[in-house]
T-cell receptor, first 111, second 113 residues
Framework: SQTIHQWPATLVQPVGSPLSLECTVE??????LYWYRQAAGRGLQLLFY??????ISSEVPQNLSASRPQDRQFILSSKKLLLSDSGFYLC??????????FGNGTRLTVT | DQQVKQNSPSLSVQEGRISILNCDYT??????FLWYKKYPAEGPTFLIS?????DKNEDGRFTVFLNKSAKHLSLHIVPSQPGDSAVYFC????????????FGQGTRLTINP
C-alpha cells in the first residue's frame, strides 16, 4: 500500500532563516505531488505541484520554492522566511484519477 | 477570488442527529467534487466524492448531494457521532483526473453528546 511521509511535524524558525521541508511517497511510482498550505482560519491553498522529476508548477508567487529531485521526493524550500510564511504545510500525492492523499503536515511558526 | 466557498465556519450538532455541511462554487467548469475530513495536527483524509453526472452519492452514514444548477453541494452525516467532530473541507476539480483541487475554507463540525 502507498504511504506518504512528511517531516518535521513541527518547526519554529526565526525570520530570515532558510527552510527545507521534505516529503516522500512509498508504494507507487510517478505520482503527482503537491504542496498545500493552510493559514490560520483559512482553507487549503495550493502552492506547488509536480507531475514528474524536475517539473514544478507554481500556483502562487511567493517566498517559497519547490523541487523534485527524485520520483517520490518533493521538497519545499525558502532562502529567507517571512512572518507570513507561518502556517500548516501539507504534502499530498495522487496517482492520477484517485483523490489526493495527504501527509500529516508540518506546523511552521516563524518568529 | 474564492471559487469554492464554505460560508459556515462552524456547526454544532447533537449526537444522533443529522449534520449538514454546505459548499458553493462559482466555476462552471468544475465537474468533480470531494469532501475531506481533518483532525487537528493531521492531514485531511478523503471522505466521499461525486461526479457531475450524478446528483447523489452515498457511503454508509455519509451522503453528498450535488445541485449543478445552483452550483451547490452538501454533505449529510446521519446519525452524527462524536468521532465526526473535525474540520470538513469541500474541494472541486474540472475532472476526476485533473491535477489540481480547489478547496473551500472548511467548516468545523462539533458533535455534542
Amino acid at each position: 500500500s502507498q504511504t506518504i511521509h512528511q517531516w518535521p511535524a513541527t518547526l519554529v524558525q526565526p525570520v530570515g532563516s532558510p527552510l527545507s521541508l521534505e516529503c516522500t511517497v512509498e508504494g507507487t511510482s510517478n505520482p503527482n505531488l503537491y504542496w498545500y498550505r493552510q493559514a490560520a482560519g483559512r482553507g487549503l491553498q495550493l502552492l506547488f505541484y509536480s507531475v514528474g522529476i524536475g517539473q514544478i508548477s507554481s500556483e502562487v508567487p511567493q517566498n517559497l520554492s519547490a523541487s523534485r529531485p527524485q520520483d517520490r521526493q518533493f521538497i519545499l524550500s525558502s532562502k529567507k522566511l517571512l512572518l507570513s510564511d507561518s502556517g500548516f504545510y501539507l504534502c499530498a500525492w495522487t496517482g492520477g484519477a484517485a483523490p489526493l492523499h495527504f501527509g500529516n503536515g508540518t506546523r511552521l511558526t516563524v518568529t | 477570488d474564492q471559487q469554492v466557498k464554505q460560508n459556515s465556519p462552524s456547526l454544532s450538532v447533537q449526537e444522533g442527529r443529522i449534520s449538514i455541511l454546505n459548499c458553493d462554487y462559482t466555476n462552471s467548469m468544475f465537474d468533480y467534487f470531494l469532501w475531506y475530513k481533518k483532525y487537528p495536527a493531521e492531514g485531511p483524509t478523503f471522505l466521499i466524492s461525486i461526479s457531475s453526472i450524478k446528483d447523489k452519492n452515498e457511503d454508509g452514514r455519509f451522503t453528498v448531494f450535488l445541485n449543478k444548477s445552483a452550483k451547490h453541494l452538501s454533505l449529510h452525516i446521519v446519525p452524527s457521532q462524536p468521532g465526526d467532530s473535525a474540520v470538513y473541507f469541500c474541494a472541486a476539480s474540472p475532472s476526476q483526473g485533473a491535477q489540481k483541487l480547489v478547496f473551500g475554507q472548511g467548516t468545523r463540525l462539533t458533535i455534542n453528546p
